[in-house]
Nanobody
């Protein structure tokens, strides 16, 4: 089994920055792609960004392109999400996810999920 633990969420003013981290433990060698999703109450979980095992391929939702950057450190089994120029509409619970098989911008292929970390952007 694989456990994912997110950290780094919090309250920030619009225009500010936050950096989220997600550390994997357990059978982390099973992990291939990793991603970040977010969810607000009453809405479906939505894709934010993903990264392949080698970091060669990265994917971003249109709403965060140019503002968010995903990266990973395989030696530490950790993935990062640098969020700049934050907007109130970025407010959500952010979830880290890991896939055993392939990169994806969809929820279904991800096998493991963290518990989520709250990001709140005030206007």
């Amino acid at each position: 089994q694989v456990q994912l633990v997110e950290s780094g969420g919090g309250l920030v003013q619009a225009g500010g920055s936050l950096r989220l981290s997600c550390a994997a433990s357990g059978r982390a060698f099973k992990i291939n792609a990793m991603g970040w999703f977010r969810q607000v109450p009453g809405k479906e979980r939505e894709f934010v960004t993903a990264i392949s095992w080698s970091s060669e391929n990265t994917y971003y939702a249109d709403s965060v392109k140019g503002r968010f950057t995903i990266s990973r450190d395989n030696a530490k089994n950790t993935v990062f999400l640098q969020m700049n120029s934050l907007k109130p509409e970025d407010t959500a619970v952010y979830y880290c996810a890991a896939s055993r098989h392939y990169d994806s911008t969809y929820v279904t292929p991800y096998d493991y999920w963290g518990q989520g970390t709250q990001v709140t952007v005030s206007s």
